[in-house]
């Protein structure tokens, strides 16, 4: 059994010394190891509360609520056993009694590096998603945006350059670094998004990072089920076939009774989502697949807990990117096969320091092909033919990690340090092959013509090497830094990259009412294997063509080449395997933090972020009738957000969270991401510095959950922004005006999910329920369009298509 259980009593003394329950008070249990996110709960009107499936180990206990003196003690989660721990708690008023080294450091629980969001496990089950996926649930925290075609992006920069943790190893595409491994939501504890994380361990990204931790395996018998009723298809009066099915379990149990523990979370996934504004049968993308989490965890003694996790993650994308103005022929099929394994340590040493080491492997196989040989037709009313290339990876990648944490030292205030080091490597082969892409006048004539030339063989390796050292040091009660640095070198960029960090908290009053947080730090990027790999694709060779089909001109090769800068103009490399140069990031953040009440808390913050050396892909065109597709270091992007975020916690039942963010994002948008993934893109303009695609400049969002009449529960969601920027183009898809200087409509989504839990006759464990609701989204009808007429020479100019639909649905699950 390698969980405990934790329960205690929150009381106070009256003026007559008698003690009386406090309720609400807000319990809080850190752990001292890396990678378990912090447990929350709150004391009930008589003052009683527990937390139960806590993994055994050290922990750090807090107690506060307003009025009161916060309470923070040292403690240790023995496997098996029910820890009591009753806590008295002292009115503010006698504080001066107390002498200052008693009092606990009031900044220690704030930290100075909060996360943007926190979701548990409850939260993760009921937000209202078209998918209960991860990737569908992020969206939720300000600063995270999800476009039209899927692709996330936190603090205005793509997935790919940002980074995603699963128990604290990477857990990104080897080859692109998107969020393609994914995780069923029923094994998870908790989800940490950071658009600023400063701790000096993290890196190998410029944009933000999730964390993602995993649930221990149970101590005993346990199963959930969910999603269990597939949805019907109709049309026409008629039933033809499942339109989704996605039904979860999740299960475990001790293999060896104090020993050894399991559980595994399986979700199998068919979805056939419909475009509207197509005919059928021809109007449904479809996506196949299932991922499975296998997790040991082994208890090899007090102070020794071990765990082996396997991940299976296989995906088929049908008609990938269907849209009113794609039809199936023209679409993309993509793919994906592949596995992780995880294993890693934790020990504790009698002197207080913590040791964790983990080691991840990762192999992936990705795949994407059009549906026939025939010529792409980009026309100004969409497109025709086939998707242009084929295009298969196989990649790898291994990970050691290892961090010592030192027990806390006294010198001038306490000390919290900790070293560690980090190495990766990842490589791939692959091949991509492309046929002729034809772009058409309106009156259907040829305009231009791309060739390319024999099919590549693609193939890139990159290892990366980091060394670091922090330390969170508490000045006063009221004053803590943190103060971070971190070595990143790497084979394919800079051998040698420091990238110094800084964390700040201070508490403004002597309650912690308000918290003034802020902190600036440099990160550097992998480089994405997409890089050195460049110059082994197809070449392009474009022909321009007059009226009656005639070339106007010799067709123009042009040759796929790398350069970096050197004294300050590009120099063109011999090939990309040594690119020399690594993205770089510098973000600075400030959040001031005041509650109002034990309840209510209200957050401002601002955010700056900088990144330089990002790779980019500019078309150039030389004497004598030649070209070069020229890929540099030239890349810049920035953005600028103010957030304000207000909170309501009466309890685990009661609670909501509404933010405005205010935000400008721009940069160069020829980036290697955005020119390769998810498709290539078939015709590659002059890079512009301009608008990013997640540029809105406003947004209001917000989720909770409520405890309604005769014992239902009702969790909403809204999301109301800035409409989706896009480009007007010409007849050979220049930019007309500036880029990204267009907008959707303004975009509103109001959704939301009822359901009323059942106790069962039968049970694994006490506390299983049956779960019955309704769900809906898009509630209003808004009809969100997903696509518009952008070509300026088209008949339909300037209408938006393919609109949005409500959708509802019927909640099944058995749950805890």
């Given at each position: ?255 060896l009774k104090d020993k050894v523990n399991f559980s595994e979370s399986f979700l199998y996934e068919l979805r056939k ?544």
């Amino acid at each position: 059994m390698s969980t405990g259980t934790l329960r205690g009593a929150t009381t106070a003394l009256n003026p007559q010394g008698q003690a009386f329950p406090v309720g609400g008070v807000a319990i809080k249990l850190t752990a001292n190891a890396p990678g378990l996110a912090p447990m929350t709960t709150y004391s009930n009107e008589s003052g009683q509360y527990e937390l139960q499936d806590i993994p055994a180990g050290p922990y750090t206990l807090e107690a506060t609520i307003e009025g009161f003196k916060p309470v923070k003690r040292e403690i240790t989660i023995t496997a098996g056993q029910t820890l009591t721990e009753d806590i008295r708690i002292q009115f503010l008023e006698i504080r001066q009694k107390v002498e200052v080294r008693e009092t606990a450091p009031i900044v220690s629980t704030q930290g100075t590096n909060p996360a943007t969001q926190t979701l548990q496990t409850k939260q993760l089950l009921t937000i209202p998603v078209v998918q209960q996926e991860l990737k569908q649930e992020l969206p939720v925290t300000p600063g995270v945006v999800q476009l039209q075609s899927g692709k996330l992006f936190i603090k205005g920069v793509p997935e790919s350059e940002s980074m995603l943790l699963l128990d604290s190893a990477q857990a990104v595409d080897p080859v692109t670094g998107t969020y393609s491994i994914d995780v069923p939501i029923d094994a998870i504890q908790s989800v940490e998004v950071y658009k600023a994380p400063f701790g000096a361990q993290y890196g190998g990204f410029v944009g933000g990072m999730t964390s993602v931790e995993l649930k221990a395996p149970p101590s005993q018998w346990s199963l959930t089920m969910h999603d269990l009723n597939p949805s019907i298809r109709g049309k026409e009066g008629d039933l033809v076939g499942f339109a989704r099915a996605t039904p979860r379990i999740s299960f475990g149990f001790p293999v060896l009774k104090d020993k050894v523990n399991f559980s595994e979370s399986f979700l199998y996934e068919l979805r056939k989502p419909d475009v509207r504004g197509l005919a059928w049968p021809n109007d449904s993308k479809k996506t196949q697949g299932y991922n499975s989490i296998s997790h040991f965890q082994f208890l090899l003694s007090q102070r020794n807990v071990a765990s082996l996790t396997v991940n299976l993650f296989p995906r088929r994308y049908q008609w990938a990117d269907l849209n009113v103005l794609i039809p199936r022929p023209a679409t993309a099929d993509m793919g994906q096969k592949g596995y992780s394994i995880e294993g890693s340590d934790t020990y504790q040493f009698r002197s207080g320091g913590i040791l964790h080491t983990l080691f991840a492997y990762t192999n992936m196989d990705g795949y994407a092909h059009g549906h026939g040989p025939e010529d792409m037709l980009l026309t100004p009313t969409g497109i025709g033919g086939n998707y242009f290339n084929t295009l298969s990876r196989n990649s790898h990648q291994e990970e050691g990690q290892s961090i010592f944490n030192l027990p806390a030292k006294r010198w001038s205030g306490t000390h919290e340090m900790m070293f560690g080091t980090d190495i990766i490597h990842r490589d791939f082969t692959g091949a991509s092959q492309s046929h002729p892409v034809l772009i058409l006048r309106n009156d259907g004539t040829a305009a231009e013509r791309t060739d390319f030339s024999a099919p590549g063989n693609l193939s890139a390796s990159d290892t990366t090497a980091a060394v670091f050292g922090q330390d969170h040091w508490i000045f006063t009660n009221r004053l803590a830094a943190t103060l971070g640095l971190r070595y990143f070198g790497t084979t394919d960029g800079n051998a040698v990259n420091f990238a110094p960090r800084l964390g700040m908290v201070y508490a403004l009053d002597q309650s912690a009412r308000t918290v003034l947080q802020g902190g600036i730090g440099m990160f550097y990027d992998r480089t994405p294997l997409l890089a050195p790999s460049f110059a082994d694709n197809p070449t392009r060779i474009i022909t321009p063509l007059d009226l009656s089909g005639t070339p106007m001109g010799p067709p123009v090769p042009y040759l796929n080449q790398c350069s970096r800068i050197v004294g300050g103009s590009p120099q063109i490399l011999p090939d990309c395997s040594d690119l020399g140069s690594t993205p770089r990031n510098l973000t600075w953040r400030i959040q001031l933090t005041h509650r109002f009440s034990r309840k209510v808390t209200a957050k401002f913050s601002t955010l700056y972020s900088h990144t330089t050396r990002l790779f980019i892909i500019n078309p150039v065109t030389g004497p004598a009738g030649k070209g070069t597709l020229l890929l540099s270091n030239l890349g810049s992007s920035r953005y600028h957000e103010y957030e304000f975020t207000l909170d309501y916690r009466a309890g685990e039942n009661a609670n909501f969270s509404v933010s405005y963010v205010r935000s400008k994002g721009q940069g160069d948008l020829n980036t290697t991401d955005n020119i390769f993934v998810p498709l290539e893109i078939p015709v590659i303009r002059p890079d512009v510095y301009a608008n990013l695609p997640s540029d809105f400049p406003n947004r209001l969002s917000g989720f909770g959950l409520f405890k309604m009449p005769l014992g239902f529960m009702l969790s909403p969601s809204v999301d109301l922004h800035s409409g989706f920027p896009y480009s007007n183009v010409d007849v050979l898809q220049n930019y007309v005006g500036k880029a990204n200087s267009q907008r959707y409509p303004i975009f509103f989504s109001l959704n939301w999910r009822l359901y009323r839990d059942f106790p069962l006759p039968f049970h694994f464990h006490p506390g299983h329920k049956f779960r019955f609701g309704i769900y809906s989204i898009d509630t209003t009808g808004r009809q969100n369009p997903t696509a518009v007429y952008n070509n300026i020479t088209s008949p339909m100019f300037g209408q938006f298509a393919g609109l949005g639909k409500r959708i509802n649905g019927i909640v099944i699950e058995f749950a805890d």
